[in-house]
Nanobody, 115 residues
Framework: QVQVVESGGGLVQPGGSLRLSCAAS????????MAWYRQAPGKQRELVATISSGGSGSYADSVKGRFTIARDNAKNTVYLQMNRLKPEDTAVYSCNAERLQARYWGQGTQVTVSS
């Protein structure tokens, strides 16, 4: 049984930092590309960052230079380090594991950026 579980969300002030974690089980983690998405109320889901099975990362323009995606295959975990957070980063952040036709989603973790 595949499980994808996010953690690390919370309330942070503008300019602050958070690190999200996503732990996957039931898959050969190192074979999967991993991604973080987010969805704010009333808005469509947005791709935030991806990391290939080989470790190459890519980012949405809105977070480039502020967010960093990384993976630890020994821990079956992908991270999203978020710095210089802005109120517009407020959203539910979800993790996705993808390989060929297989896609697995977590339940998401809330990130709120507010003073």
């Amino acid at each position: 049984q595949v499980q994808v579980v996010e953690s690390g969300g919370g309330l942070v002030q503008p300019g602050g930092s958070l690190r999200l974690s996503c732990a996957a089980s039931g898959i050969i983690f190192s074979n999967y590309a991993m991604a973080w998405y987010r969805q704010a109320p009333g808005k469509q889901r947005e791709l935030v960052a991806t990391i290939s099975s080989g470790g190459s990362g890519s980012y949405a323009d809105s977070v480039k230079g502020r967010f960093t995606i990384a993976r630890d295959n020994a821990k079956n975990t992908v991270y999203l380090q978020m710095n210089r957070l802005k109120p517009e980063d407020t959203a539910v952040y979800s993790c996705n594991a993808e390989r060929l036709q297989a896609r697995y989603w977590g339940q998401g973790t809330q990130v709120t950026v507010s003073s």
